[in-house]
């Protein structure tokens, strides 16, 4: 009866020993796992981050030439009026002159 309860005995603690050792094996491999999936997650995100900073600073570099060309224009419309003024200026003392 001794013997019986010792065997009894050494096959439940192989059984935990066994099991334990499955799952931490199991977690080791699934931590692993997730570790190199997290990394491509991350690596994709990080590229598609330079991607769209890339595509902000084109959008700031247009923006830029579109406001220069627009200070170009108001200071042509600017020149156009004064012009426009001095020329009705002028058409008005040639008025006054002849009538």
Same mark, same amino acid.
């Given at each position: 009866? &001794?013997?019986?309860?010792?065997i009894?005995?050494?096959? $439940?603690?192989?059984?935990?020993?066994?099991?334990?050792?499955?799952?931490?094996?199991?977690?080791?491999?699934?931590?692993?796992?997730? $570790?190199?999936?997290?990394?491509?997650t991350?690596?994709?995100?990080?590229?598609?981050?330079?991607?769209?900073?890339?595509?902000?600073?084109?959008?700031?570099?247009?923006? $830029?030439?579109?406001?220069?060309?627009?200070?170009?224009?108001?200071?042509?419309v600017?020149?156009?009026? &004064?012009?426009?003024?001095?020329a009705?200026?002028?058409?008005?003392?040639?008025? &006054?002159?002849?009538?």
């Amino acid at each position: 009866m &001794q013997i019986e309860i010792n065997i009894t005995m050494l096959i $439940a603690i192989a059984s935990v020993v066994f099991t334990a050792y499955n799952t931490f094996t199991v977690h080791r491999r699934a931590v692993s796992t997730d $570790a190199r999936t997290d990394t491509v997650t991350i690596t994709t995100i990080l590229v598609k981050l330079e991607s769209i900073e890339k595509g902000v600073g084109e959008i700031r570099a247009d923006s $830029a030439a579109m406001r220069g060309e627009f200070q170009e224009l108001r200071d042509k419309v600017i020149a156009n009026d &004064q012009s426009l003024k001095n020329a009705w200026q002028e058409l008005n003392v040639l008025i &006054q002159r002849t009538g």
